[in-house]
């Protein structure tokens, strides 16, 4: 599909986005928990550079530049602003390589800027300021679509939308569903969707905080409130519905915790396996939603998984699972048969 458009590829079929840069990064060792801010951009491209590859390989057919958190909030907070328009062209130049040399859609990224307060006309021009700066370097490296993520006010992600639409690329709008299930203003998120798609999103949906089983249910509700493309891009960990966002997780199993709570740093015993987000993703393309990816927490290995599970065969998929040549659990005819019983004790 070289050469078309985001709106071309829905039309088509089903478009993959692997988000999650932040929480990879923090595991490899680039991104500093607790501010997760993407100083990486500038202090290792490179690391930025070989995850963009490592996703398009396993199947993301978006490369979104690593610009999330990298507003001037976040760069306020940790006495960087200086670094603001640096850190933007970096990642858009970046991930504006690995798109060419893939024939990936080239994303631009703005997100949720923890500084937007509805009743304070002051924060909403800060927040206007932040998104405008961003979508202008993201206009600058002609990107082919422009995402508004991980955004939990109505009225911000509205803002965002305003913003992206001013530039004249297509806008992917997803909303982050809490605890309870609703934007920040009360209103029910598939409201909220509908809001945004009336308004002009070319795609509207949900992203981040809930796994995919509690993310499911409301995505269906989305896609039956709203006649535009529909994404579906949750955390790769088993939220349930006493414990519905990757937030709200306790894990009693474990009594080291500093902060006393898995989230962020130690979700590893909830995460999902890659087969269950093949689930997720054929169950949420049955529904004709065909935006699909994963946030937070997601590895090559779940995106390729996704990727199968959609009929794709990525240049990762060489390297597929195939158990009937282990040494012990196989098949194969070369497998001895003394290894075989013996696996039966393992």
Not at 120 to 129: E, G, I, K, T, Y
Not at 176 to 188: F, I, Q, S, T, V
Not at 247 to 268: I, T
Not at 277 to 304: N, Q, S, T, W
Request: hydrophobic share 40%; with cysteine.
């Amino acid at each position: 599909m070289a050469g078309k458009g985001l709106l071309e590829r829905l039309a088509e079929g089903p478009v993959i986005c692997a988000e999650g840069y932040l929480f990879e990064l923090e595991r490899r060792g680039y991104v500093q928990a607790g501010p997760y801010v993407p100083e990486v951009v500038l202090d290792d491209p490179e690391a930025v550079r070989q995850l963009h590859r490592e996703f398009v390989r396993a199947g993301s057919d978006v490369v979104e530049a690593f610009t999330y958190y990298g507003h001037r909030e976040k760069l306020k907070i940790i006495d960087k602003e200086d670094i603001l328009e640096p850190l933007n062209r970096q990642a858009l130049q970046i991930a504006k390589e690995v798109a060419e040399e893939s024939g990936a859609l080239l994303a631009g990224d703005i997100s949720n800027t923890n500084a937007y307060d509805p009743t304070d006309a002051q924060s909403v021009r800060f927040v206007r300021q932040a998104f405008e700066e961003q979508v202008g370097w993201a206009v600058d490296a002609d990107v082919d679509l422009i995402i508004g993520e991980t955004i939990s006010w109505l009225g911000e992600a509205e803002l965002a939308l305003e913003i992206i639409r001013a530039s004249g690329k297509p806008a992917v709008l997803t909303l982050a569903m809490h605890k309870e299930g609703l934007a920040r203003e009360g209103m029910p998120i598939e409201d909220a969707c509908k809001r945004l798609a009336d308004l002009g999103a070319d795609v509207v949906g949900l992203n981040c905080s809930r796994g995919p089983a509690t993310m499911l249910p409301t995505i269906e509700r989305i896609r039956g409130a709203v006649s535009c493309h529909v994404a579906a891009l949750p955390v790769p960990y088993r939220t349930t519905e006493d414990r519905p966002t990757f937030q709200s997780f306790e894990d009693a199993a474990c009594h080291c915790l500093p902060e006393g709570r898995p989230f962020p740093v130690a979700l590893d015993p909830f995460t999902c396996n890659r087969f269950e987000m093949a689930e997720f993703a054929k169950a949420a393309y049955a529904m004709d939603v065909r935006y699909l990816g994963i946030c937070c927490g997601a590895g090559p290995h779940h995106i390729r998984a996704m990727a199968e599970a959609l009929g794709r065969r990525p240049p990762a998929s060489r390297y597929s699972p195939d158990m009937t040549r282990h040494s012990y659990f196989g098949t194969d005819a070369k497998i001895t048969a003394g290894n075989r019983e013996y696996a039966s004790r393992l």
